[in-house]
């Protein structure tokens, strides 16, 4: 993968088009989780390409690309919802990427009625964190935050994650 960010800094267009491509379904998902509806993501996704292009000589270390570009992705996601002026919720239905669901739940509440009372920076680390698949010290970079920052926000995201829930009734008693 290094060997084609650098093919790609020099001017190679068929290298970036593969870097592009290897990252495209995990920005898409980023874009989607941020904007909440296709056509947005998928404007999204263009002005990252179109950004990523006209800067990758800026990139001084290629083995963080992957962190580079999804921080551009963030960007051009973040940019369109100030354009636009409209806040974005992350909805059940929306992520792919969950690898539990306990249908015995009692869903009193919705992860996008809990999502809905964080601060935008703990919505962002959470995304990050479980819907990408970052750890901390990237989710560090990406949204330019000391890394002892981002593990406080978290873990303090999840306690109002946790108390909301409670709160709801989903740890509640089965019948």
């Avoid at 960007?75 to 909805?91: I, S």
């Avoid at 901390?136 to 873990?155: A, C, D, W």
């Avoid at 829930?165 to 008693?173: K, R, T, V």
Wanted: aromatic share 12%; proline share 2%.
């Amino acid at each position: 993968m290094i060997e084609l960010v650098r093919q790609a800094q020099g001017g190679s267009g068929e290298a970036f088009l593969k870097l592009f491509q290897s990252y495209e379904n995990r920005m898409y998902r980023i874009a989607y989780v941020y904007v909440k509806n296709k056509d947005d993501a998928l404007d999204v996704m263009q002005e990252t390409a179109y950004r990523s292009l006209k800067n990758l000589h800026s990139l001084r270390n290629p083995e963080f690309f992957k962190t580079w570009i999804t921080r551009i992705t963030i960007n051009c996601a973040m940019d369109l919802l100030r354009r636009q002026k409209k806040l974005t919720y992350v909805e059940p239905e929306q992520i792919q990427d969950i690898s539990y669901v306990d249908d015995d739940i009692p869903l009193n509440m919705t992860i996008h009625e809990l999502m809905n009372n964080l601060h935008e920076n703990e919505k962002t680390i959470i995304i990050l964190k479980f819907y990408s698949g970052y750890n901390f010290r990237e989710i560090s970079n990406l949204i330019e935050m000391p890394h002892g920052t981002v593990k406080s926000v978290y873990y303090r995201a999840l306690i109002k994650l946790r108390k909301q829930a409670e709160g709801a009734d989903l740890y509640g008693q089965y019948d």
